[in-house]
């Protein structure tokens, strides 16, 4: 299984300012993905990030708000741009190991104030 | 498209009683199942999964689950639950494709597991 770690483990940021999380993997990975999960709801994906090519966004969520960089194969960033208080929401990275599994990382609990 | 339902937001059970957290599916072609437990204040824990072959696949912490074609169900059971059992269970589905598309889970709503002393 691949071990992934998320920084920061949480954070409480002012509204307007951006914060970037980081995902590092244990493993090299092609895949990496992005969700939220908003409080007492499901997870919802945000982006897909290959390495060597542009982040492929879901319904709803856009670059600019969300900017994802995947410099190599075992590290992720996700930056919630210009915070409202409806970004407060645990954000989580994901890979997918092998052919069928998916792991997740600790999460990031971000409080936007 | 591909869609997850587990219709208990919560589920009651006694310790030592048996458990199922229930979870029907939607999707076009053959999928594969998840299920995945979160305890408070910590990430996903992958409990097990169904890709082919037998229909009752065993997974971690003596969690079980059963695929139903023709109900197109895959319930998460356990023979005797234990009070450490109690956290968040989402069910999730995947169709595999040759995109970016077929890489990605849908989960469900998510259904909360309280197992009392």
């Known amino acids: 299984s691949a071990v992934i770690s998320q920084k920061p483990s949480r954070d409480i940021c002012q509204r307007g300012t951006s914060l970037t999380i980081q995902c590092q993997v244990d493993?090299?990975?092609?895949?990496m993905f992005w969700y939220r999960q908003q409080p007492g709801q499901s997870l919802t994906l945000i982006a897909t990030?290959?390495?060597?090519?542009?982040?492929?966004?879901e319904s709803g969520f856009v670059i600019d708000k969300f900017p994802i960089s995947r410099p190599n194969l075992t590290f992720s960033t996700l930056t919630v741009s210009n915070m409202s208080p409806e970004d407060s929401s645990i954000y989580l990275c994901s890979v997918v190991w092998g052919h069928y599994e998916q792991y997740f990382g600790p999460g990031t609990r971000l409080t936007v104030t | 498209a591909q869609s997850v339902a587990q219709p208990e937001d919560q589920v009651n059970v006694a310790e030592g009683n048996p458990l199922t957290v229930k979870c029907t599916y939607s999707v076009s072609g053959n999928p594969y199942l998840f299920w995945y437990v979160q305890y408070p204040n910590r990430g996903l824990q992958f409990l097990l999964k169904y890709i082919t072959g037998d229909n009752l696949v065993k997974g971690s912490y003596g969690f079980e689950a059963e695929f139903n074609k023709s109900q197109t169900s895959f319930h998460l059971k356990k023979p005797s639950a234990l009070v450490s059992d109690s956290a968040l269970y989402f069910c999730a589905v995947r169709v595999p494709m040759n995109n970016n598309a077929g890489n990605m889970l849908t989960f469900g709503g998510g259904t909360r597991l309280m197992v009392k002393p």
């Open positions: 990030a290959n390495q060597g090519s542009e982040a492929t966004y």
């Open positions: 493993s090299q990975v092609t895949m």
